[in-house]
T-cell receptor
Framework: AQSVTQLGSHVSVSEGALVLLRCNYSSSVPPYLFWYVQYPNQGLQLLLKYTSAATLVKGINGFEAEFKKSETSFHLTKPSAHMSDAAEYFCAVILRGNNRLAFGKGNQVVVIP | DAGVTQSPTHLIKTRGQQVTLRCSPKSGHDTVSWYQQALGQGPQFIFQYYEEEERQRGNFPDRFSGHQFPNYSSELNVNALLLGDSALYLC???????????FGPGTRLTVL
């Protein structure tokens, strides 16, 4: 069963424009939620995480995400895109009582000058 | 403070061969997880080791096996390689009570 859904494999955004990446999860109990970034030929770097504290989570590089239980969503945003934001972004969950990450298919972000 | 390290960085094998990938966890971490990332896909969980035992396993065949050593480092072994095993193999380490996993740079395996 797919636990995480990310729509739109490729996302193009103009430099300075809003970055919005959508993530929805399927679990009756809110899981732990994560956003990871992957630059070419590198491993995954944690951007931010939700572990049942504040619903608005701030991460590195100006990114933030808001947990909305009613919408089972954890969308990632950044007010102003920078060229260095070009990378692949993965939403992931850890279901309660589990310790394995389940990843979405990812969003390849292209920043247009 | 050294992060998660993996070796080798790249590997080329032929079908039917066997391969061993290695991972050293972040200092202080005792739990190691392995993931397979096929081209254009998100990582898929293979298994997790804690206290030298396999604690959880994903939907991978028995050709995939692992080991954890007393110093918490880990190996991933894949037997009878198939073309479809070509992927980036990622190792992640964590503490058992912490859900944050730290990833290494990965080993790129190509099966010809």
């Amino acid at each position: 069963a797919q636990s995480v859904t990310q729509l739109g494999s490729h996302v193009s955004v103009s430099e300075g424009a809003l970055v919005l990446l959508r993530c929805n999860y399927s679990s009756s109990v809110p899981p732990y939620l994560f956003w990871y970034v992957q630059y070419p030929n590198q491993g995954l770097q944690l951007l931010l995480k939700y572990t049942s504290a504040a619903t608005l989570v701030k991460g590195i590089n100006g990114f933030e995400a808001e947990f909305k239980k009613s919408e089972t969503s954890f969308h990632l945003t950044k007010p102003s895109a920078h060229m260095s934001d070009a990378a692949e972004y993965f939403c992931a969950v850890i279901l309660r009582g589990n310790n394995r990450l389940a990843f979405g298919k990812g969003n390849q972000v292209v920043v247009i000058p | 403070d050294a992060g998660v390290t993996q070796s080798p960085t790249h590997l080329i094998k032929t079908r039917g061969q066997q391969v061993t990938l290695r991972c050293s966890p972040k200092s202080g971490h005792d739990t190691v997880s392995w993931y397979q990332q096929a081209l254009g896909q998100g990582p898929q969980f293979i298994f997790q080791y804690y206290e030298e035992e396999e604690r959880q396993r994903g939907n991978f065949p028995d050709r995939f096996s692992g080991h954890q050593f007393p110093n918490y480092s880990s190996e991933l072994n894949v037997n009878a390689l198939l073309l479809g095993d070509s992927a980036l193999y990622l190792c992640a380490s964590s503490l058992p009570a912490d859900h944050e996993q730290f990833f290494g740079p990965g080993t790129r395996l190509t099966v010809l």
